[in-house]
């Protein structure tokens, strides 16, 4: 049956919807070619497009670098980053960051009685074509290394790949496009791939001052890991200022997120390990 809207209701029904989302995870990742794996497996399309330095597919993305920035209750939980030759370090630190933005709570099983650590909150992911690129990415590359990790990660692996709770009234399902734990701004506000700096611009947010997405090869070729870091970060601050811009003009607050001064002068820890 339909039902009468007045703007009180629609406010009442959205802090309804969201208040249980009180946990974000921006994230970023940069990526270079994976030279050894087009050597050994690459078919002609495959060198062909290396060879004009035309985008990859997504298996041949080699992870150089991960920035990550966590806003619980809308607090700063933290903003780091690691820019490394050991990919299995940029994994790994992915997959800990992303377990350290839920909440937990230590409680009685219903099942056995006994106390164990229980999900309280699941973190909301926040990123620029993340569902088309960044987390495809940082699956397969997982694939890797899978066996090599440490059980908790594993487990939270699966978490994330869940989809027993269809309507997510309970659960989520990070991995469904229409998931609503994780916003790719581009793609679930605009309704089509647009880029950070395109978006930016628009919002008077400085991006990109570190450099471009296709000069991060030409970095790690020169072993500036560190810069890389830096222009990742930059990526990742950038999108949480738009995130926050995007809920206060065009979601009316609809989330618990910081408005956009909360981020200004806020700087990433950013661990180089070559």
Same mark, same amino acid.
């Given at each position: ?45 495959? $060198? ?5 330095? #035309?985008?990859?597919?997504?298996? /041949?993305? !080699?992870?150089? *670098?991960?920035?990550? =920035? ?106 469904? $496009? ?5 916003? #790719?701004?581009?793609?679930?506000? /605009?309704? !089509?791939?647009? *880029?950070?700096?395109? =978006? ?75």
């Amino acid at each position: 049956m339909f039902i009468n809207w007045n703007w009180d209701m629609i406010v009442k029904k959205r802090e309804d919807s969201f208040k249980g989302f009180t946990n974000f995870l921006v994230f970023d990742i940069e990526t270079v070619k994976d030279s050894k794996m087009i050597e050994d497996i690459g078919n002609e399309r495959e $060198r062909e497009l290396d060879e004009n330095n #035309d985008f990859l597919p997504i298996p /041949f993305h !080699r992870i150089v *670098s991960v920035s990550v =920035l966590t806003v619980k209750k809308m607090g700063l939980e933290f903003f780091e980053c690691v820019s490394t030759n050991d990919e299995k370090t940029a994994v790994e630190f992915f997959w800990e960051k992303y377990i350290q933005s839920f909440d937990f709570v230590n409680m009685k099983d219903p099942n056995d009685g006994q106390n164990k650590k229980h999900i309280s909150s699941f973190p909301v992911l926040i990123s620029i074509n993340g569902k088309s690129f960044d987390i495809p990415v940082l699956m397969v590359r997982t694939l890797k290394y899978i066996s090599d990790l440490n059980e908790s990660i594993k487990k939270f692996i699966s978490i994330h790949l869940d989809k027993f709770d269809n309507w997510e009234k309970e659960f989520p399902k990070y991995s469904h $496009r229409y998931t609503k734990f994780h916003i #790719d701004l581009p793609e679930d506000i /605009f309704g !089509r791939k647009i *880029s950070l700096k395109n =978006l930016c611009y628009l919002t008077g947010i400085p991006v990109k001052e570190e450099g471009e997405g296709d000069e991060v090869l030409e970095m790690f070729k020169n072993g500036d890991l560190e810069r890389i870091g830096r222009y990742c970060s930059e990526d990742v601050l950038a999108t949480a200022k738009l995130f926050a811009y995007i809920n206060q003009h065009l979601l009316y607050r609809s989330y618990n997120f910081p408005d956009i001064k909360f981020f200004e002068g806020i700087e990433p820890k950013i661990k180089v390990l070559k």
